[in-house]
């Protein structure tokens, strides 16, 4: 069975703090894509990333890094330099090879605070 | 406008009646998702249109859920005989590509939160 888990419900951090946000998933598959979105207060799903099972490169955009770990089956997200624009619901999210139905994480709510 | 249009944005209903959900997606947008989303989760996945073609209905929870889009633009989600279990924000998605060549760049439009008393 497929399954994201994201363990930390909440998170608060003071502005210009580092923040990293954990992703552990399941999936017996060789091929699969793992995602990041953000969902901001105002509801809509924001993509972030997407990476796939064979390129475990770590990826930085900016603030944002990504570290995806094959070995413990994890794909986080750090926020560098945390801001209080950063605030929202991070979801990851897992699908397989050809196979447009994501399964989603429960999502962390990342709280900065000024 | 340029992104994924959803009305209404709040819904709410009594137990029993029906709802209609609307989504505009992107202008020649191929792919269609609906999601439900309950407090506090993540998206579920309903429904997939290509164009026109309803080609996955798996997510639907019941043959009270019923979508469509009839000219391959405009989609709704209808809900008849509303229970309480069907409160939820229902999310609406487009993509450019087919499902075949997926790319996960979901556009998502901010919801239609339904709330059935």
């Known amino acids: 069975a497929q399954k994201v888990t994201q363990a930390q419900t909440e998170i608060s951090v003071v502005e210009k703090e580092d923040v990293t946000l954990d992703c552990v998933y399941e999936t017996r598959d060789t091929t699969y894509y793992l995602f990041w979105y953000k969902q901001p207060p105002s509801g809509e799903l924001v993509f972030l990333i997407r990476?796939?099972?064979?390129d475990e490169q770590n990826e930085i955009s900016g603030r944002y890094s990504w570290n995806f770990q094959k070995s413990t089956s994890s794909f986080n997200f750090t926020i560098t330099a945390s801001q209080v624009v950063d605030s929202a619901v991070y979801f990851c999210a897992l699908s397989m090879d050809s196979n447009y139905q994501l399964i989603w994480g429960a999502g962390t709510k990342l709280i900065i605070k000024p | 406008g340029a992104g994924v249009s959803q009305s209404p944005r709040y819904k709410v209903a009594k137990r029993g009646q029906d709802v209609a959900l609307r989504c505009d997606p992107i202008s020649g947008h191929v792919s269609l998702f609906w999601y439900q989303q309950a407090l506090g989760q993540g998206p579920e996945f309903l429904t997939y249109f290509q164009n026109e073609a309803q080609l996955d209905k798996s997510g639907l929870p019941s043959d009270r859920f019923f979508a469509e889009r009839p000219e391959g633009s405009v989609s709704t989600l209808k809900i008849q005989r509303t229970q309480q279990e069907d409160s939820a924000v229902y999310l609406c998605a487009s993509s450019p590509g087919l499902a075949g060549d997926y790319t996960g760049e979901l556009f998502f439009g901010e919801g239609s939160r339904l709330t059935v008393l």
């Open positions: 990476r796939n099972s064979f």
